[in-house]
């Protein structure tokens, strides 16, 4: 259906509708009405629009509740509503950069990144064809924790510069067109933050239960134990017992990162006014730390599970989205972005309730199917091949649910938390990185979705060298779990555990950015805070910011071509191609349709073979149109069927 523009005259305003109502600011702000209007049966006469409509309205919807706009509609049966018949909205349209401060440029020589230093590569960022810049925490921090423990909100990481800098790269971004996000963390604080100090000096405090305070528990033999078994996500103990009032407080990471108690509203009023504070100075919008771990069941049970347990009593708590819908109320105000990670729930109904866009809750979320595709029975540090039958059924399970339900899908298969992509999903050896970079960036960013690329994923940055010894990880949760095993375990559970390192530590995203083949990379004129990657020589963005055959040249092309062709890879359908031939186990293929019937192909070889695949099976004729190739393959190279070699991807327009 062509874009149809109706003008609607009321109160005397003139206001432009892109083919879309949205009656959640027009009507009342608690009523969420998302219609497509068919051109052919529309009229408008005395400012009395009278429209055919298909998509979701509620039944109390009459003329009374519109008031002095005074509408009235016809309303044909409904269907299910999907990503083409909602509002276009900026951040769906965006492309995403995730900037890690510490490991990205450093500008004064002190070994570890900076604000200054992002600000000039800001040119670069832009170059590259990214829309929004977030930002992993910057906050005032003891480092535990790389950030995610936070001593003051308002003020930042002296390492990283001040508030000033801040500023400077908001308006360096906004003067291109670009968006500043920064990193929220609101389920805990760092144990130095003035709350936890105050906190603690007592029971009776004023900020005591700014905090979750429980007093011991016994056994039989009168030995002190923690109020319940939950588990720490960085090993141990979930409670940590604190000698001053005789009490545990819970911290379901670092005995540094106290849980905040978001059942008092003053905690809860404080986490908002922070929200108002940074978005009044012009930030464009969040990513949200394990924001699905904010409420907690207040009975606190003893959890059955074998790994992590209590996860179940806090990972999409009783009062979550009650809370999320007083944040996104705020968020709504500033057309604000944002993005909440979500980890340790499968409950497919509460991760898109956080982000049906009826809800007012967030604009979208990190949900860890796909990314716990590798983890075993005992966690992220125990092995597990990956399947791509996992992931075909995985990718189709959270296309379909996102689309088909007015959801919406934060696209990643990097960040701060996870390893190097190619390393992970593909391979890294030399002859092979170049080839998986690109089938990564085509697999994912023709997706539906907003992509995020992970600072030097568009230049094909690996995981650590598997010779690296232990003392150059810092990682705190790999160093826990080491510090578990390193003098009880065998030898053989060693160098098992290590193998699981090099796979999987966060450390793997954290080494600097390579810029060029200088001494560190370029990150630094000093010794860096983390030590660079052995291959920067050969793998560094000098390198490919003008070779047009580049990993880099290949994100930017899928970028362009994702932002060219919006109707089909922002909001068309989507659908899992799954072809019954050899390349079955070693390709995986989806369809993108737009609602005016424009298609394309993705196909994408996860092996090490050169494979052929059936492309008559999805479509009636040829294809229109090479879109993506790395290898150059143009319209003549594809005919009934397409040939892949290792780890290629194609993308095509039909």
Known sequence: MAKSTLRQEAAGDVKECGGFWDYHDRIRRTELV????????????????????????????????????????????????????????????????????????????????????????VDYLEGL?????????????????????VSDYRAIHPPYGDISDVDALKDKLHERGMKLVLDLVMNHTSDQHEWFQQSRKSKDNPYRDWYIWRPPRYDAQGN??????????????????????????????????????????DVRKACYDIT???????????RIDVINFISKDQRFPD??????????YYACGPRLHEYLQELGAILKEYDAFSVGEMPCVDDEKELLNAVRADRGELSMIFHFEFMDLDHGINGKFSPKELSIDEMKKTLDKWQRLMYDNDGWNALYLENHD????????????????????????????????????YQGQEIGMTNVPKDWPMEEYQDIDCLNHWNLYKDSADEATKAAFKVEYQKKSRDNARTPMQWDDTPHGGFSTAKPWMRVHDNYPQVNAAAQVRDPASVYSGY???????????DVFVYGDFTLVDNDDEAHDKVLAYKRTAANGDAALVVCNFSADAVTWELASTTNAPPREVMVSPTGKTKADVGSKIDLGPYEAIALLL
Not at 111 to 117: C, E, P
Not at 133 to 138: A, E, G, N, T, Y
Not at 237 to 257: K, N
Not at 426 to 444: G, Y
């Open 418 to 453: 996870q390893p190097r992509a190619i390393s992970r999903f593909a391979s890294d050896a030399p002859e092979h990185r170049v080839a998986s970079a690109k089938l990564i960036a085509i697999f994912m960013a023709f997706q539906a979705g907003t992509p995020f690329v």
């Open 556 to 566: 930017r092309e899928v970028l362009r071509q994702r932002k060219a062709r919006k």
């Open 276 to 286: 108002r504070f940074w978005l009044d100075r012009g930030v464009d919008g969040f």
């Open 224 to 265: 002190r134990q923690p109020p319940n078994n939950w588990d720490s996500h960085f090993q141990g103990s979930a409670w940590e017992y604190d000698d001053a009032t005789d009490e545990y407080y819970l911290r379901l990471f670092a005995r540094e990162q106290p849980d905040l108690n978001w059942e008092n509203p």
């Open 303 to 312: 959890s059955d599970k074998k790994v992590l347990k209590g996860t179940e």
């Open 34 to 121: 998302k219609f497509r209007c068919d051109m052919a049966a529309i009229s408008i006469k005395d400012k009395k629009p009278m429209c055919a409509i298909s998509g979701q309205v509620p039944v109390n919807l009459m003329a009374s509740s519109v008031g002095a706009n005074n509408l009235q509609t016809t309303v044909k049966p409904l269907r299910m509503p999907g990503q083409q018949d909602q509002l276009r909205t900026w951040w769906k349209e965006s492309s995403v950069y995730q900037i890690y401060p510490a490991s990205f440029q450093d500008s004064n020589g002190d070994g570890v990144g900076d604000l200054k230093g992002i600000i000039s590569r």
């Open 129 to 149: 064809g990214i829309d929004i810049v977030w930002l992993s925490p910057i906050f005032k921090s003891p480092q535990i924790d790389m950030g995610y423990d």
